[in-house]
Structures are given as structure tokens and as C-alpha cells.
């Protein structure tokens, strides 16, 4: 394989730097619906598909493994955004299974929750801050 970035790849980094020149940081899906331009409907919501979202997962994967981007993982959202049985289990000291059992007992579920993912740029090559550690010897 080629040690060059790909055009999704590229995309990426664009819609971070972007982004962070904004004072905000992109989730997996504000990146893939930059990448892919995706244009918003009548109620300003904006969908991708699969395939979209593997690929925008994969470059991103990519791009941290050569040490270009770090990821943030923030909070479980659920697709109505509300937080989710781990996220609010965290924050009332409660266990996992507690939570799920409070809800279902609700009727409620969050099957389709996804763990919200942060991006941002390295501000300082790996080898460049290993540099400046001392050594121990």
C-alpha cells in the first residue's frame, strides 16, 4: 500500500482542521457528512449511509495508526441524543444492569446507541515529544 493519504483520508482532515479552527470538535458523523457532502433535508437533518460511515471509520483509523488525528471518546448517545444506560449509570453511580433493567421496566431501549467519538489534530509529532523525555538512565 502507498504511505500517501487517500482522498477520504484528506476529506478528514480538512473537516477537522475546519472544525478546530471553528473551536469545536467534529464527531465521526459531522466528518462523513463533510466528507461526503451530504446536503441537509426540509428539517435540516442530514443522513449517511453504510458504506459512507465505514469508510469515513476506516480513513479516520488510518489517519490515528500514522499519528495524524486523535480520537475523544465523549459519552453513548442514543439516536434520540439522549445519554444512554452506560453514560447515566457512570454519572449516578448506578451499575449497567441496574439501568437496563430501570429501563425496560420503562419500555424503553437503546439498541441502536453509538459511542460518540471526538476528533482532533496532533499538535506535535509522537517523536518529536519522545524526544524531550528524559531518559532514565
Known sequence: MSGRLGHIQRGCLR??????????????FNIAAEVYQIKRDRRGNRAINDSQRVA???????????????????????????KTDRALAAEIGMS???????RADQGQTYANAE???FWSMVRKPLRDSLSAVPSLG
Open 96 to 102: 449497567v444492569s441496574t439501568m437496563r433493567r430501570g
Open 56 to 82: 469515513t471509520r476506516r480513513a479516520l483509523a488510518g489517519l490515528r495508526s500514522k499519528g495524524l488525528i486523535v480520537s475523544h471518546r465523549d459519552l453513548l448517545i442514543a439516536p434520540d441524543g439522549a
Open 15 to 28: 473537516v477537522i482542521k475546519a472544525y478546530e479552527a471553528a473551536g469545536k470538535r467534529p464527531t465521526t
Open 115 to 117: 459511542l460518540c467519538c
